[in-house]
């Protein structure tokens, strides 16, 4: 495959310079690929794009020669469990969401185990917020690409998030509960109790004082 010169339509899932400089993804019904160019396409484009198939670090992509926009439409990414994650899914915008279970460097692990890697490029002028922390819930959008082969021969998978909105926390917040005197009344109650016990003691102590009179 690697030298043959093709033609391909597809979706922008990545505009160029989002996770990498002159480097965009499209992506069809069969798939998505990675685009070497320095025209900017934008996410949502709908592209013609000629050019040769090359290879780098196991993962194919197309250097471009000529591009043509068709039109524009809507990009939803492929909602995947991580599990489930292959290197069908390569070039591909998907959806993750688990918890953060490993951060080093500009990389972070999401899942149980080793999980799936998420790559933070330090050259794409934006950094990690600093709300990541190992042991939260995570959502995260991103490409899905290839960075050479791990020890076992498996290909290193990685999630190239396109911006900070590509990453966002998930709400796992549970209604707190109420803290309780005795079992009885929540604390809250407590200084309304005492206003009524001091407002009956005055009471008391009124009625005493008229009746001596």
Do not use: H
Request: aromatic share 6%; with cysteine.
């Amino acid at each position: 495959m690697v030298g043959k010169d093709v033609v391909i339509e597809g979706v922008v899932t990545a505009s160029t310079g989002d996770v990498g400089k002159e480097i965009a993804y499209i992506q069809d019904s069969s798939g998505g690929i990675r685009v070497n160019t320095k025209e900017k396409l934008t996410v949502g484009q709908i592209v013609s794009v000629s050019g040769t198939v090359n290879e780098a670090w196991g993962e194919f992509y197309i250097k471009a020669s000529t591009l043509d926009i068709l039109g524009s439409t809507n990009i939803s990414p492929l909602v995947i469990d991580i599990g489930k994650i292959s290197r069908d899914d390569i070039g591909q915008l998907i959806k993750i969401e688990g918890k953060i279970c490993k951060i080093d460097g500009s990389s972070m692990w999401i899942g149980e185990d080793k999980g799936i890697k998420v790559y933070l490029s330090p050259s794409l002028g934006w950094k990690r917020p600093s709300w990541i922390k190992s042991g939260i819930s995570i959502e995260v959008v991103g490409i899905l690409s290839q960075w050479g082969y791990n020890s076992d021969g498996e290909p290193n998978l990685r999630i190239l998030p396109r911006n900070v909105n590509d990453l966002k926390i998930v709400n796992t917040t549970e209604s707190p509960t109420l803290p309780s005197t005795g079992g009885i009344l929540p604390i809250y109650f407590g200084p309304f109790i005492l206003l009524i016990a001091l407002l009956t003691k005055i009471a008391i102590i009124v009625v005493c004082k008229k009746s001596n009179i």
